[in-house]
């Protein structure tokens, strides 16, 4: 079973730029689909974007698609967020979480999930 470590939140202003990493141990990441998910404060997890094993296949949550990139190096046992053009509206502790085999953009699908890490946007 893998253990996932995310890195790379911070603050950043309007428009600006944002790259997360979620960091796998073990040697079997290659056989999970990866997620991103995010919560702000007071709302419900939201599905981000996700990722086939391969890297071939990729999913976006509505607002996501343009302007955030989900990518993974399976030799790194790592997945990527690239966010861009960001605004208030994406302040939120950003989750990545695998699953074997298919993936799904429900978060109760997703038994392993990593710490979070916090993005904050300030206009």
């Known amino acids: 079973q893998v253990q996932l470590v995310e890195s790379g939140g911070g603050v950043v202003q309007t428009g600006g730029s944002l790259t997360l990493s979620c960091e796998a141990s073990?040697?079997?990441?290659?056989?999970?689909?990866v997620a991103w998910f995010r919560q702000a404060p007071g709302e419900e997890r939201e599905f981000v974007a996700r990722l086939s094993m391969s890297g071939n296949y990729t999913y976006y949550g509505d607002s996501k698609k343009g302007r955030f990139i989900i990518s993974r190096d399976n030799a790194k046992n790592t997945a990527y967020l690239q966010m861009s053009s960001l605004n208030p509206e994406d302040t939120a502790v950003y989750y990545c979480?695998?699953?074997?085999?298919?993936?799904?953009?429900?978060?109760?699908?997703?038994?392993?999930w990593g710490q979070g890490t916090q993005v904050t946007v300030s206009s």
């Open positions: 073990g040697r079997t990441f290659s056989r999970y689909v």
């Open positions: 979480a695998v699953r074997r085999l298919v993936g799904t953009d429900y978060q109760e699908d997703y038994d392993i």
